[in-house]
């Protein structure tokens, strides 16, 4: 087993990781900063921002890109452009069949994505019958028990307390991320995170994880004592 232990319970982000949306909100960010002028909304930019919630994103945005709105403004802008083009999102190289798997062998596996409901249903629009396999589903930006976004452990600790009784220690429990702030979140609930980043990702902030994969693909459920692949 050497650097890893056994889990028994599997937290999973989404944006990013199980679907191809961080390229969506790029595009939408970008066309709304082209509507002011603004500044060319970067690569560095985006990796700062990756996995905050709803309004702390807009602000965010807003101060980065020097806009001349409110982040309401900002958000309500944003939501229209997003509800054209989330339903189109599609499953990331190996998400489908990982999820398919944990769940036919009995692992316990729960979503904690920084989403908005609203947001959550536009993206799985077509991919319902791969979401209903999880036990439950935590969407930061609308759930009201999550205070404080990620890096804080908020939605991690709030998600794995969901579980059927016995609901696991933090320590049972493994985090898949693909973002710097949800490894940090995942850190801080002492939990083991496995990270599928951006190849653009700078590698100095993938340290944090505990094992790091260019794909979904590349897993070993085994690795960390979940069921092998058959």
């Given at each position: 087993?050497?650097?890893?232990?056994?889990?028994?319970?599997?937290?999973?982000?989404?944006?990013?990781?199980?679907?191809?949306?961080?390229?969506?909100?790029?595009?939408?960010?970008?066309?709304?900063?082209?509507q002011?002028?603004?500044?060319?909304?970067?690569?560095?930019?985006?990796?700062?921002?990756?996995?905050?919630?709803?309004?702390?994103?807009?602000?965010?945005?807003?101060?980065?890109?020097?806009?001349?709105?409110?982040?309401?403004?900002?958000m309500?802008?944003?939501?229209?452009?997003?509800?054209?083009?989330?339903?189109?999102?599609?499953?990331?190289?190996?998400?489908?069949?990982?999820?398919?798997?944990?769940?036919?062998?009995?692992?316990?596996i729960?979503?904690?994505?920084?989403?908005?409901?609203?947001?959550?249903?536009?993206?799985?629009?077509?991919?319902?019958?791969?979401?209903?396999?999880?036990?439950?589903i935590?969407?930061?930006?609308?759930?009201?028990?999550?205070?404080?976004?990620?890096?804080?452990?908020?939605?991690?600790?709030?998600?794995?307390?969901?579980?059927?009784?016995?609901?696991?220690?933090?320590?049972?429990?493994?985090?898949?991320e693909?973002?710097?702030?949800?490894?940090?979140?995942?850190?801080?609930?002492?939990?083991?995170?496995?990270m599928v980043?951006d190849?653009?990702?700078?590698?100095?902030?993938?340290?944090?994880?505990?094992?790091?994969?260019?794909?979904?693909?590349?897993?070993?459920?085994?690795l960390?004592?979940?069921?092998?692949?058959?």
């Open positions: 087993m050497g650097q890893f232990q056994p889990v028994t319970h599997v937290l999973f982000d989404m944006d990013g990781l199980l679907l191809d949306t961080e390229t969506l909100y790029t595009i939408t960010i970008q066309q709304i900063a082209n002011y002028g603004g500044k060319v909304f970067t690569w560095e930019m985006k990796s700062r921002l990756m996995g905050m919630m709803g309004r702390e994103a807009a602000v965010a945005i807003v101060e980065t890109l020097d806009l001349p709105i409110e982040p309401e403004d900002y309500n802008s944003s939501q229209q452009i997003m509800a054209r083009m989330f339903p189109s999102c599609q499953f990331l190289p190996g998400a489908e069949r990982l999820l398919r798997h944990l769940h036919s062998k009995g692992v316990h729960a979503l904690a994505t920084s989403s908005s409901r609203e947001n959550y249903e536009l993206k799985t629009t077509h991919h319902g019958s791969v979401f209903q396999l999880f036990k439950h935590v969407t930061g930006s609308s759930d009201p028990e999550v205070k404080h976004g990620k890096p804080a452990p908020d939605i991690f600790l709030i998600c794995a307390s969901r579980f059927p009784e016995p609901t696991p220690h933090p320590s049972n429990c493994l985090v898949f693909d973002a710097p702030n949800g490894v940090k979140a995942a850190r801080a609930a002492g939990m083991q995170v496995v980043p190849p653009r990702m700078d590698p100095l902030l993938t340290q944090e994880a505990t094992l790091v994969l260019k794909s979904l693909e590349d897993f070993k459920p085994e960390f004592g979940l069921p092998a692949y058959d």
